[in-house]
């Protein structure tokens, strides 16, 4: 089963509203999680590393007041896109890797929200 | 649920052999298939990719093959490099859905000198 759950699995809102995505690690500690934006023909872009308990470092390019990441816990990586925009519409995929100290463990892959902005 | 899984978390093989990577997916919706390589702290970098409409395709030293019937697909890279030693992902992604992509868990591949 999903070892990573990411909700919503889609949303649609308004201009102007702030939404939020949660990703989490179901049946393990995530010291890092991942934000990644698809863009057409499946190109991949990651926006920023997640690290609990301390701030997320973002890509370049990426506007950290427009999109907001908190990593509070060990299971739980949010992020929120403020005062949505339709150029935002996307979809949003997370991925956790397991703690430090496990070899050979692999990144997980939440199942993404789709966000749709009118 | 997983659409898309990748049953091996690791895969060893020694420098000039061939790597075959498998994944294997369960909606018959899918229509297009993608490898990634992912080296740690770094996204995942896009590797090669397959339409349904076709068995094969070849890049370099990567080869994507994919098998409808058994809604399998793999990898293969011939000669290994130490430099593929990497997380490789599979993920695939259907019309119907937005073409938001479902990705594997992925294979830890370590080439040996």
């Known amino acids: 089963g999903a070892v990573v759950s990411q909700h919503p699995s889609w949303v649609i809102c308004k201009s102007g509203t702030s939404v939020k995505i949660e990703c989490r690690s179901l049946d393990f500690q995530a010291t890092t999680m991942f934000w990644y934006r698809q863009f057409p023909k499946q190109s991949l872009m990651l926006m920023a590393t997640s690290n609990e308990g301390s701030k997320a470092t973002y890509e370049q390019g990426v506007e950290k007041d427009k999109f907001l990441i908190n990593h509070a816990s060990l299971t739980l990586s949010t992020l929120t896109v403020t005062s949505a925009h339709p150029e935002d519409s996307s979809f949003y995929i997370c991925s956790a890797e397991r703690g430090q100290g496990l070899l050979n463990q692999p990144q997980h892959f939440g199942d993404g929200t789709r966000l749709s902005i009118l | 649920d997983q659409q898309v899984k990748q049953n091996s978390p690791s895969l060893s093989v020694q420098e000039g052999r061939i790597s075959i990577l498998n994944c294997d997916y369960t909606?018959?919706?899918?229509?297009?298939f993608l490898w990634y390589k992912k080296y740690p702290a770094e996204g995942p970098t896009f590797l090669i990719s397959i339409s349904s409409i076709k068995d094969k395709n070849e890049d370099g030293r990567f080869t994507v093959f994919l098998n409808k019937s058994a809604k399998h697909l793999s990898l293969h890279i011939v000669p290994s490099q130490p430099g593929d030693s990497a997380v490789y992902f599979c993920?695939?992604?259907?019309?119907?859905?937005?073409?938001?992509?479902?990705f594997g868990a992925g294979t830890r591949l370590t080439v040996k000198p």
């Open positions: 993920a695939a992604s259907a019309p119907y859905n937005n073409n938001d992509m479902r």
């Open positions: 909606n018959s919706m899918f229509d297009y």
